[in-house]
């Protein structure tokens, strides 16, 4: 059974990806496959926008004397790809905090200014050992949903509590129900001091309590600079993934000596929330494709119709559903070749794509469609019209 939903079986029927031989970890997204990523981050912006998130890039090569500031070096330096050049040492990015850091730090900001929210659909790359890729779910090269929130003190409740929020909307929209929740506290390297560790970790543990979110501790799981709270999601199958963290950052600021200005025109640091909701969405596409046998959310799929004409007699009136549904923003794909509409049928239910259009004798003379739904094998007459609308109801809501 597992052998059967393994996300690069099913990806020989749905056309993807493919990763070569000679560059082990790497993704090469086929037509298909950037659909959904693109769809995928089109969803995210839209519900990062609502919650009033800046998107921004951060360079790709960082010196290494940031990572070494930053305690990335010390802690990661095997993970971490670099490069010399005009004898600097630079770094490829295996994650964007420090990025994100810079950016906050081009200009002087202002009590006013904060919270700033600065998200990222972030290329990060980790020098992963060649045994443990696998797919999508372990890559050298992936693109995290990455956010870092700049705040005060007296801010930190209400941001957090609208990151949990958030994330258990999205999680909710892309239909994972039972959702786990873990407080990683200090591990054994960490940096900053007992004491701000002790603070941090209790903001999030009321935090936690005030939303009355049941949960289980995480012991010496933090990361390094701070303690996180994890969300482990549940698939179809009863496996475990963990997913989206939320990290409460009081160390950071003080390595790189960030700072706003308070009312009294004085400088205080900020204290940044590092946050994720699905981390790499590589390997959440293959979590989502193994979660559900290959089938994604309709709005996700890389096409959500397919046209099929019975014979060569229907091709005009298949065109011109074909180019109904195109106007209509529906993506759709066309096969007119002269076979039997069987095994087109056939060739189309293996892709999994969620409808297939059949134009023959009775739909032209009807002006209508057959609408063949291959999830469950349902055949359905109906107007074009009233199929698009079904269509354009499916859409998520948020």
């Given at each position: 059974m597992l052998k059967k939903i393994d996300h690069r079986i099913l990806n020989k029927q749905l056309n993807l990806y493919y990763i070569k031989k000679k560059s082990p970890g790497i993704i090469f997204w086929l037509p298909n496959g950037f659909i959904v990523i693109s769809n995928l981050k089109k969803f995210l912006r839209k519900i990062f926008n609502k919650y009033n998130y800046l998107e921004v890039q951060s360079a790709f090569l960082i010196n290494k004397k940031i990572w070494e500031k930053s305690g990335h070096w010390k802690n990661y330096k095997k993970s971490i790809f670099s490069t010399l050049t005009n004898n600097e040492k630079l770094c490829i990015k295996p994650?964007?905090?420090?990025?994100?850091?810079?950016?906050?730090?081009?200009?002087?900001?202002?009590?006013?200014?904060?919270?700033?929210?600065?998200?990222?659909?972030g290329i990060c790359h980790r020098n992963e050992k060649s045994g443990s890729?696998?797919?999508?779910?372990?890559?050298?090269?992936?693109?995290?949903?990455?956010?870092?929130?700049?705040?005060?003190?007296?801010?930190i409740k209400n941001e957090i509590s609208k990151c949990i929020d958030m994330i258990y909307?999205?999680?909710?929209?892309?239909?994972?129900?039972k959702i786990e929740i873990f407080l990683s506290t200090k591990p054994k390297n960490y940096i900053g001091k007992t004491k701000i560790w002790e603070k941090s970790e209790n903001f999030l543990l009321n935090i936690l309590k005030d939303k009355n979110i049941k949960f289980k501790i995480n012991k010496k799981e933090g990361a390094f600079y701070g303690p996180k709270i994890e969300f482990i999601l549940n698939d179809n199958l009863n496996r475990k993934w963990q997913c989206g963290t939320i990290q409460l950052?009081?160390?950071?600021?003080?390595?790189?000596?960030?700072?706003y200005i308070n009312k009294k025109n004085q400088?205080?640091?900020?204290?940044?929330?590092?946050?994720?909701?699905?981390?790499?969405l590589e390997r959440f596409i293959g979590i989502l494709l193994e979660s559900n046998n290959g089938w994604l959310p309709l709005w996700l799929t890389p096409f959500q119709t397919i046209v099929l004409n019975i014979s060569e007699k229907y091709i005009?009136?298949?065109?011109?559903?074909?180019?109904i549904l195109k106007k209509n923003n529906i993506r759709?794909?066309?096969?007119?070749?002269?076979?039997?509409?069987?095994?087109?049928?056939?060739?189309?239910?293996?892709?999994?794509?969620?409808?297939?259009?059949?134009?023959?004798?009775?739909?032209?003379?009807?002006?209508k469609i057959s609408v063949r739904t291959t999830l469950n094998n349902k055949t359905k007459t109906t107007y074009i019209e009233n199929f698009i609308k079904e269509i354009k109801l499916k859409k998520p809501k948020f």
């Open positions: 994650m964007n905090c420090p990025g994100h850091i810079e950016i906050y730090n081009q200009k002087i900001r202002s009590y006013k200014n904060l919270p700033i929210r600065f998200s990222e659909f890729l696998h797919g999508l779910m372990r890559t050298k090269s992936f693109i995290q949903d990455d956010a870092h929130i700049f705040c005060r003190k007296s801010q909307k999205i999680y909710e929209i892309l239909n994972f129900k950052d009081f160390n950071l600021p003080k390595k790189f000596n960030i700072f400088r205080k640091k900020p204290i940044i929330i590092h946050r994720a909701v699905l981390g790499s005009k009136y298949s065109k011109i559903i074909f180019k759709t794909i066309k096969d007119f070749e002269n076979k039997d509409i069987n095994i087109k049928i056939k060739k189309y239910t293996l892709q999994k794509i969620p409808y297939i259009i059949i134009c023959g004798y009775e739909e032209e003379k009807s002006n």
